[in-house]
């Protein structure tokens, strides 16, 4: 299955990305933000993996110096779980935890690819209604509210 898009992965471990690849994107893979917003600029992607833990530096960072760069680029950020601090996602347009698998994965790149940008915000700002319910024990339908 031919999907002819290239992602920019940002990762620390790009070895956990191979179902994309083998459905069919073309990985550029970078291990540090300098790195990646060099091949950013000297690259065509047509989307972001980004790990919400890079080392010393925060995922949310490197997603906002993307989204200044190239604003309607849209990020899946891939996180150890929901829990992230207040801002994390403000310039992500999903999210997936690592628990959820590399088919959800490959699900969310392929939703944030063929969908327009107001609608990857709208599914973005359930992501963080969910993690909020989650945290705090409510147990309310995230999509009705």
């Known amino acids: 299955m031919a999907t002819n898009n290239t992602l920019l992965c940002i990762h620390r471990d790009p070895a956990q990305l191979s179902l994309l690849q083998e459905n069919g994107y073309e990985l ?3 291990a540090s933000s300098s790195e ?3 091949l950013l600029m000297t690259r065509s992607v047509d ?3 980004l790990e919400h833990r890079l080392g010393s530096l925060d995922g949310a960072f490197v997603a906002a110096e993307i989204k200044k760069a190239k604003p309607q680029l849209p990020i899946v950020m891939l996180a150890d779980d929901l ?3 207040e801002g994390t996602l403000k310039s992500v347009d999903a999210l997936v935890t690592k628990s959820d698998g590399p088919h959800f994965l490959w699900a969310t790149v392929h939703f944030v690819l063929n ?5 990857r915000r ?3 700002l359930r992501v963080q209604k ?3 319910l989650r945290r705090t024990g409510e147990s309310r339908e ?3 509210q």
């Open 28 to 30: 550029v893979t970078a």
């Open 36 to 38: 990646a917003l060099r």
């Open 47 to 49: 989307a972001i993996v």
């Open 83 to 85: 829990e992230l601090p």
């Open 115 to 119: 969908v327009k940008p107001t609608q």
């Open 122 to 124: 709208e599914g973005t």
């Open 130 to 132: 969910a993690a909020r």
């Open 142 to 144: 995230v999509g009705n």
